[in-house]
């Protein structure tokens, strides 16, 4: 069974600092997913990264992957209330094994709390 | 409407009812998916389909029993459910059912069972 630890679980920090969160498995993932959920909503989608060591930008966001693709990290500069959620990252199996095989393993999420 | 719908958004049943979540995606994509998202716990997948076919189901009790008419809507029947059944259903959608494919949620069915 693939599994993803998420860390830290729970994260409240004031508007304009930094911070990083990470996301690691024992298993080794073809790609990887990161999602944002806000309350009373379902989780969008915020990068996929596919390369070991791959490194991707989104605003104040970056992401990257471990070259092993074992793990990923997302950091966040200079953080806004608008950042607020639940951070969840998903992986995809490295390759087809039957049953299970269509399944993204989920994360428990990072929950972030921007004070203004 | 865009992306992933589900309704109702909300929904407070007992034991002994029956009802059905709705799911419809407007992104001509062929997979869709039954999520439950417990608190304290990942995402746990419960259905898949493609092209209206079931392709998995991951252990899910009976009183769930999903069904997908065609591949834009996506329906989960509930019958005698208990409270542990509580939490938020997410449906999904993706182009198709390939690992690693990009995934599409709705808002979800927030569901309390007392």
């Known amino acids: 069974t693939q599994l993803l630890e998420q860390s830290p679980q729970f994260l409240s920090i004031q508007e304009g600092e930094n911070l990083t969160v990470y996301c690691n498995s024992s298993?080794?993932?073809?790609?990887l997913q990161w999602y944002r959920q806000e309350p009373g909503e379902g989780p969008v989608l915020l990068v996929t990264?596919?390369?070991?060591?791959e490194v991707k930008k989104l605003k104040r966001l970056t992401f990257q992957f471990g070259d092993a693709r074992k793990d990923s990290s997302l950091h966040i500069t200079a953080a806004q209330p608008g950042d607020t959620g639940l951070y969840l990252c998903a992986g995809a199996p490295r390759s087809y094994s039957g049953a299970g095989s269509y399944q993204l393993t989920f994360g428990k999420g990072t929950k972030l709390s921007v004070i203004p | 409407e865009t992306g992933v719908t589900q309704t109702p958004r909300h929904l407070v049943m007992g034991m002994t009812n029956k009802k059905s979540l709705k799911c419809e995606q407007h992104l001509g994509h062929n997979a869709m998916y039954w999520y439950k998202q417990s608190a304290k716990k990942p995402l746990e997948l419960m259905f898949v389909y493609s092209l209206e076919e079931r392709v998995e189901n991951n252990s899910v009790p009976s009183r769930f029993s999903p069904e997908c008419p065609n591949s834009s809507h996506l329906f989960l029947h509930l019958h005698t459910l208990q409270p542990e059944d509580s939490a938020l259903y997410l449906c999904?959608?993706?182009?198709?059912?390939?690992?690693?494919?990009?995934?599409?949620f709705g808002p979800g069915t927030r569901l309390l069972v007392l």
């Open positions: 298993s080794v993932f073809s790609s």
């Open positions: 990264v596919v390369t070991g060591g």
């Open positions: 999904a959608s993706s182009q198709e059912v390939h690992r690693g494919e990009t995934q599409y």
